[in-house]
């Protein structure tokens, strides 16, 4: 199995320590825009956005003059994240306090949930938790007027949509629109360009945004190390390649793939006890917990839970049994089908192997997130997908092909998310100090400053500009599988998407973000910025300006001071003036052709290649322009120009281009002899 990412990160201890009111950094973080009426909370799992929650909401209450603070998750599990928490022990003003009457996270009908609701929202009591349904429900019985003056706080809010048909968001925009509630939304994986829109643009913009990134939080823990995302295809069925995948003295969640896949066998039983065959032989089943007990090969025990079995009298007891795990070695194997991922803690998880592509972005974020809890003993956390690799034979191949490739294209903006963020600072606020760790300083002195909204966006919305380049997925198909070169990305669709995402910048902004995007994916690509004073004496440097120090004199002559640089090949490239044919170069699905290659046969993958360019896209006008010049240099160098019928697939992507290009000359000058 090759990983497709792999991080290292600092264990500075800094995400999981407390400040003097008990807040760890993203609590603190979030407190720090506590008055604002609408606040969006993107941080990721595990990073303590429950508690950050109770903070607001009893500020809100005692210091800002609301009389309520409602708190809507999922599902009824998930509400234990909000039960009675005493913070006060830890410097801060009040405690957490839940009655036990407006805890709606338990068992019992929606007609007395929404009763209780009722009654919570007429009566004194200020602190309520119940789920999204719970609240659809009793906001369709109650006025909007109801809510003034009062905290809604929405948990996981990427369930929430600007779909017409999406109640939890038509109930947002109604709160906003019709009444003076404020609104705290939380999630761990919010992506607009996932499927639909999470709100409306114009709505959006009202919130105040507190981003807290995958890296801060990983590079912050005391004992996780290291991330791997990683990917190993097969063929025939699964369960016979899981010795080459599952190690079972890793512990590991299993996800089996959905009955309606094709990776499935459709007797999701019958794949459990496939499973359990593999680990070991099963002794016993303890009558008390559920929980299996498997003795391995070499003579361990291994405690496993079956969540997949939905029998009324077994399931139960082992869900109690996992919220109650203290240690290490109360359980080593959890098999799920559509449990154990969003909410779902068990911090000692190492490894979680998820069978089958999974088209949902947050499905994966959430899915990963059960891996990257800290946990003392744990150093590293894996991700691996096992997808089925396409038969050449099989009549069905261009279905299995796009199932392999949605599941690594769907994957790829983890690569942008679990990195390290490459953060903008305008030169005019920076001291001259030394910089934090792969910050890049922008000119905004010049006759062309970068405004403090492009600074936002490469600072916030990177991820959500990947998010909504890899829906375009027959043109990220294309660059994967080498059937259309990289160009096509960088100059095509990512200018596309930021126009599309944001209409409201100029020509020049949007430039201005295309190059920032594509600089950080560079910089990430490169390993990172290299601080001047941290070169090395013999370094061979080269200033990007078309004036190169030769090996040493850069550090010794001090033009280096205050300067970063990029390690391309031998050289140490300053970033203050990059090339930009080296940022239009950038191929932000780099990494990916090259686990095809590595991974499949020449001949399966000149199958895949060739049943995605049985559907590829048109050439367009911007495309051919763009490799005209391309174009040209081929011909000089073969002394021949591309070539339909090659079996280079750039060499044909140039062909088709040099035809649209001569189809569009023709009509030209048609039109102009008319």
């Given at each position: 199995m090759n990983n497709l990412l792999h991080v290292e990160y600092g264990q500075t201890g800094q995400s999981a320590s407390h400040n003097d009111m008990g807040m760890r950094e993203m609590q603190a973080r979030a407190f720090a825009q506590r008055t604002s009426q609408y606040l969006l909370i993107k941080a990721p799992p595990a990073c303590g956005k429950s508690r950050a929650l109770m903070f607001l909401g009893l500020d809100k209450l005692h210091h800002q003059g609301l009389r309520k603070v409602i708190v809507a998750v999922p599902e009824k599990s998930i509400g234990g994240s909000f039960q009675d928490t005493r913070l006060t022990?830890?410097?801060?003003?009040?405690?957490?306090?839940?009655?036990?009457?407006?805890?709606?996270?338990?068992?019992?009908?929606?007609?007395?949930?929404?009763?209780?609701?009722?009654?919570?929202?007429?009566?004194?009591?200020?602190?309520?938790?119940?789920?999204?349904?719970?609240?659809?429900?009793?906001f369709d019985k109650l006025d909007v007027t109801t809510f003034d003056d009062c905290l809604v706080a929405i948990d996981e809010f990427h369930h929430v949509s600007a779909d017409g048909d999406n109640r939890l968001g038509g109930l947002i925009d109604e709160l906003m629109n019709k009444s003076n509630a404020h609104i705290v939304a939380m999630t761990g994986s919010y992506f607009r360009g996932d499927t639909v829109p999470i709100l409306l643009a114009e709505d959006e913009a009202k919130f105040t945004k507190v981003t807290y990134t995958y890296y801060e939080q990983l590079n912050g823990y005391q004992f996780l190390k290291s991330l791997g995302i990683g990917y190993h295809f097969y063929q025939g069925r699964y369960i016979d390649a899981l010795p080459d995948v599952l190690d079972a003295t890793k512990k590991t969640i299993i996800h089996i793939p959905n009955v309606n896949s094709g990776e499935s066998t459709k007797d999701k039983h019958g794949e459990v006890d496939a499973i359990l065959d593999a680990l070991g032989e099963v002794s016993k089943r303890d009558p008390q917990t559920g929980i299996l007990h498997v003795t391995t090969m070499d003579g361990r025990t291994l405690k496993v839970a079956n969540l997949v079995d939905d029998n009324a009298a077994e399931r139960p007891k082992v869900q109690a049994y996992l919220r109650n795990i203290k240690s290490a070695g109360d359980m080593d194997i959890i098999i799920a089908l559509g449990m154990a991922k969003e909410g779902f803690d068990w911090p000692y998880c190492e490894h979680v192997l998820t069978i089958g592509y999974r088209s949902s972005l947050t499905e994966i974020v959430q899915i990963i997130g059960r891996a990257t809890r800290d946990c003392q003993g744990k150093t590293h956390a894996q991700f691996t997908n096992l997808i089925a690799q396409p038969d050449a034979q099989d009549d069905d191949v261009r279905a299995s092909v796009n199932n392999m490739l949605k599941a690594i294209t769907t994957s790829l903006l983890m690569e942008q998310i679990l990195a390290p963020t490459i953060q903008f600072k305008p030169r005019s606020q920076w001291d001259g100090g030394k910089l934090p760790p792969n910050t890049v300083v922008i000119d905004d002195t010049t006759s062309s400053p970068v405004s403090q909204r492009v600074l936002d966006i490469l600072n916030g919305d990177k991820g959500e500009i990947m998010a909504s380049l890899l829906a375009q997925e027959q043109t990220v198909k294309e660059v994967i599988t080498e059937t259309v070169p990289s160009e096509t990305v960088a100059q095509v669709a990512l200018p596309q998407v930021i126009q599309t995402l944001y209409p409201d910048l100029t020509e020049e902004e949007q430039e201005q973000v295309r190059q920032g995007v594509l600089q950080s994916i560079l910089i990430n690509q490169q390993g990172g910025l290299i601080d001047g004073e941290d070169l090395p004496d013999d370094?061979?440097?080269?200033?990007?300006?078309?004036?190169?120090?030769?090996?040493?004199?850069?550090?010794?002559?001090?033009?280096?001071?205050?300067?970063?640089?990029?390690?391309?090949?031998?050289?140490?490239?300053?970033?203050?003036?990059?090339?930009?044919?080296?940022?239009?170069?950038?191929?932000?699905?780099?990494?990916?052709?090259?686990?095809?290659?590595?991974?499949?046969?020449?001949?399966?993958?000149?199958?895949?290649?060739?049943?995605?360019?049985?559907?590829?896209s048109q050439v367009s006008e911007e495309e051919a322009v763009i490799l005209w010049p391309k174009i040209k240099q081929f011909t000089q160098e073969h002394g021949r120009r591309p070539s339909l019928n090659s079996s280079d697939p750039i060499e044909v992507r140039y062909a088709e281009a040099l035809a649209f290009i001569r189809k569009m000359k023709q009509q030209q000058m048609a039109s102009q002899e008319q």
């Open positions: 022990e830890n410097g801060f003003f009040a405690d957490w306090i839940v009655p036990p009457e407006n805890n709606l996270c338990v068992d019992g009908s929606d007609s007395g949930k929404v009763s209780a609701f009722q009654r919570f929202m007429d009566g004194d009591e200020c602190i309520l938790v119940c789920t999204h349904a719970t609240l659809r429900f009793a370094a061979d440097i080269d200033m990007g300006d078309g004036d190169n120090d030769e090996q040493g004199e850069g550090s010794s002559s001090g033009n280096v001071s205050g300067k970063q640089f990029l390690k391309m090949g031998e050289k140490f490239i300053c970033i203050d003036n990059l090339n930009i044919d080296l940022i239009d170069a950038v191929n932000p699905f780099h990494g990916a052709y090259e686990i095809l290659s590595k991974q499949v046969t020449a001949a399966m993958l000149k199958t895949i290649q060739e049943a995605v360019s049985a559907t590829k």
